[in-house]
């Protein structure tokens, strides 16, 4: 028996066409998510919408494998051969020139005496000045040898010293003081006749003489005329004979440092560092020295000091420069 009053018809038409509504959206919607998965649809056809592509995944070794694969040969472009640039000389390097050396000349003076003495110095195979005196026994054969063997020679020419007249005793060749001009050339010329293959000159003594400016330059002279240089043993503090020589035009030299005038094998060694400590300094320093036992000594146990102090031995005509 119904209610009075309600009509039910209504109701149940609304609920049965919301739920049939709900069904079709549903088939609907199941119907759509088999043709997005390639799966049968009954629906959602081609005629109706363009199926999806199905998208194919390939294994990630085979991906790995097309990117190390070698493209076809048609497909590689390969690049146009260039012209070779023209060939360039090749770059020549300029050598660093090598830094110049501090040079030491060594004299050695008074020799003509004994030929053993040049044999020690000989041994020796330096460079080593040889000065001679020119009324020595064996001043001829001394100066040959020398040469023979590559030493420079120097005339070791006497002069008149102040206070030493002992020594002067029996010095044949020696200029005095109050000797004329043609007295001084003709000894001169005899002097040099008796010391063969002389590159120079050097004083032996003459304290006295080479204090005289006129009589330096009448000396001198003979000297300038045969292109001979001068060197100044500076026998004494008061010499004028290095700057006269070059106020001629003679290329001249002075010595530095006496090594062996105490005689001493120690004091000489000291003289010997002192000179080559000058030369370092300098840039150039000459010695004198003597053919005794204990020089000669002296040299050759410690003449390989050169290159300690980074110097080159030299002959003194290499150290004597001309007038400025």
């Known amino acids: 028996m119904k209610p009075k009053g309600i009509p039910q018809w209504p109701v149940y038409s609304v609920a049965a066409w919301v739920l049939g509504g709900l069904a079709l959206l549903s088939m609907l919607a199941l119907d759509r998510i ?29 991906i790995f494998k097309e990117e190390r694969a070698e493209p076809p040969a048609e497909a590689v472009r390969k690049p146009e051969p260039k012209s070779a640039p023209p060939a360039k000389e090749p770059v020549k390097v300029r050598p660093a020139a090598a830094a110049p050396r501090s040079k030491v000349a060594i ?3 008074d020799m003509g005496n ?3 003495a040049l044999d020690e110095l000989l041994a020796l195979g330096e460079r080593v000045t040889v000065s001679v005196l020119p009324y020595s026994p064996h001043s001829r054969e001394t100066a040959e040898t020398a040469h023979r063997n590559g030493l420079e020679v120097l005339l070791h020419l006497p002069l008149e010293s102040l206070n030493n007249k002992d020594s002067e ?4 060749g020696l200029i005095h003081s ?3 001009e043609a007295e001084v050339r003709k000894i001169v010329a005899d002097d040099l006749d008796r010391v063969p293959f002389v590159k120079g000159v050097n004083n032996h003594m003459g304290s006295k003489v080479t204090a005289d400016e006129a009589l330096m330059r009448i000396i001198l002279e003979p000297f300038k005329e045969k292109g001979l240089f001068f060197l100044d043993s500076r026998t ?16 001249a030299a002075y010595r530095q440092v006496f090594l062996d005038a105490d005689g001493s094998n120690s004091l000489i060694k000291e003289r ?10 300098e840039g150039r320093a000459i010695g004198i020295c003597h053919p005794l ?8 146990e410690n003449f390989h000091l050169l290159k300690d102090y980074g110097l080159e031995a030299v002959f003194a005509s290499e150290l004597a420069t001309p007038r400025d």
């Open 34 to 62: 088999n043709w997005r998965k390639g799966e049968k649809s009954y629906i959602f056809t081609g005629a109706l919408v363009p199926k999806a592509p199905k998208i194919q995944v390939k294994p990630v070794t085979e």
């Open 107 to 109: 004299v050695m003076d």
């Open 114 to 116: 004994s030929l053993e």
């Open 169 to 172: 005793a029996g010095t044949e």
């Open 178 to 180: 109050g000797m004329s």
């Open 236 to 251: 004494s503090g008061r010499s004028v004979a290095y700057t006269v020589a070059r106020d001629m035009g003679i290329p």
């Open 272 to 281: 010997l560092v002192e000179l080559f400590r000058l030369a370092q300094k």
């Open 293 to 300: 036992r204990e020089t000669l000594q002296t040299l050759k």
